[in-house]
């Protein structure tokens, strides 16, 4: 049944519609598509940004590996590699500075009237993808495959057999750092 | 009910029940429709529909447009969906104003529209080029890839901040 639900390409249109309303909702809210709250989390002086992901991540994670284990999800693991996975992201991270918004939160701050994030990042973002499909067969062939590690998890890093070995002390790292975070006033 | 109005009107909640509620939205994106949140892949796609509008089917021949066909998806209605949600919540909490220089940067590097632009421009690109070659952002990489502990997310998260904390450092010292 839940097949056929994934099939229905009309149908997923309007979820993906209906789940992207629920994410800007909750972005807006988290006042994460604001520059100011933006660039005080990477100068480390607000950690309102860091707060929201950690919070996701634990809640999401509990969640997605539960389903999992009960077989109703499967994964959706990206492939690495260190040619990938950190030249790629740190010209992000530089960029992110810049900018000042992440592409999600780009879309969210021109909803409540960011015309920087418009013009910057909503258009910004897309000559960026172009400009890196005119350079990816030779990224391809050079760089992406350097240092590859497939689509490991911690979970297989630390080559434990029940996952939860993994999950629980993430999460009671996260937590803690969270912890961490309030305690300092940050 | 009143209650629950004002809360939707409120401009800002906790980040713990943002964070909280995009997680439980993850279960709900895999469970009913297969698929983790993620942001920027639709903005390459939309990329490759516009080149393709301005330099004719030759454009689809390209390898990156081979691997990953522009069109309209899930995420391409994620990303409108997020459009749509963020301007409700802006606006039932009476938030939206239309705003070409954010006051931080105002403070800091004067009220010249061109020069922010400028600089958004770059930073615009920066992430465009840097999200596709590291083959998703801070949604993608930064909170689903992280909530299934992939190796490779982890390490793209942790060079988003790298990238992102050095650049903001030099830049409001």
């Known amino acids: 049944m839940i097949d056929a639900l994934h099939n229905n390409k009309r149908l997923q249109l309007m979820l993906g519609l209906l789940f992207g309303f629920c994410f800007g909702f909750l972005l807006q809210k988290g006042r994460v598509c604001d520059?100011?709250?933006?660039?005080?989390?990477?100068?480390?002086?607000?950690?309102?940004?860091?707060?929201?992901?950690?919070?996701?991540?634990?809640?999401?994670?509990?969640?997605?590996?539960?389903?999992?284990?009960?077989?109703?999800?499967?994964?959706?693991?990206?492939?690495?590699?260190?040619?990938?996975?950190?030249?790629?992201?740190?010209?992000?991270?530089?960029?992110?500075?810049?900018?000042?918004?992440?592409?999600?939160?780009?879309?969210?701050?021109?909803?409540?009237?960011?015309?920087?994030?418009?013009?910057?990042?909503?258009?910004?973002?897309?000559?960026?993808?172009?400009?890196?499909?005119?350079?990816?067969?030779?990224?391809?062939?050079?760089?992406?495959?350097?240092?590859?590690?497939?689509?490991?998890?911690?979970?297989?890093?630390?080559?434990?057999?029940?996952?939860?070995?993994?999950?629980?002390?993430?999460?009671?790292?996260?937590?803690?750092?969270?912890?961490?975070?309030?305690?300092?006033?940050? | 009910m009143s209650t629950v109005i004002d809360a939707l009107r409120d401009p800002s909640w906790s980040p713990y029940v943002v964070g909280a509620g995009i997680g439980v939205l993850s279960w709900l994106t895999f469970l009913f429709s297969d698929h983790p949140l993620g942001i920027s892949t639709a903005f390459a796609k939309t990329a490759g529909m516009i080149e393709k509008a301005v330099r004719g089917p030759k454009v689809s021949k390209k390898l990156y447009y081979q691997e990953n066909q522009p069109g309209i998806d899930w995420g391409w209605m994620l990303v409108i969906g997020v459009f749509i949600g963020a301007l409700v919540s802006a606006w039932i909490s009476g938030r939206f104003r239309l705003e070409w220089v954010p006051s931080m940067w105002e403070e800091a590097f004067g009220a010249n529209i061109f020069v922010r632009l400028a600089a958004a421009v770059a930073g615009g690109i920066c992430v465009g080029f840097g999200a596709r070659w590291g083959n998703g952002c801070t949604s993608g990489h930064g909170i689903s890839g992280t909530m299934q502990l992939v190796l490779g997310s982890w390490l793209s998260a942790a060079c988003f901040f790298i990238g992102g904390v050095g650049i903001a450092m030099l830049m409001y010292r």
């Open chain 1, 35 to 186: 520059y100011e709250v933006i660039m005080r989390q990477l100068l480390l002086r607000d950690f309102t940004v860091l707060k929201v992901m950690l919070s996701a991540i634990v809640t999401g994670m509990a969640g997605v590996y539960a389903m999992r284990e009960a077989g109703w999800i499967k994964l959706h693991k990206k492939a690495g590699s260190l040619g990938a996975n950190i030249p790629g992201p740190l010209i992000f991270g530089i960029g992110f500075g810049l900018l000042g918004y992440c592409p999600g939160t780009s879309v969210g701050a021109v909803a409540h009237g960011a015309l920087d994030a418009l013009v910057g990042g909503i258009a910004g973002i897309m000559i960026g993808a172009g400009l890196y499909a005119a350079v990816y067969p030779k990224l391809k062939e050079h760089v992406l495959n350097i240092g590859d590690f497939g689509d490991k998890t911690l979970i297989d890093v630390f080559a434990v057999r029940n996952p939860w070995a993994v999950i629980l002390p993430v999460a009671a790292i996260i937590v803690l750092v969270l912890l961490v975070l309030e305690k300092m006033g940050l």
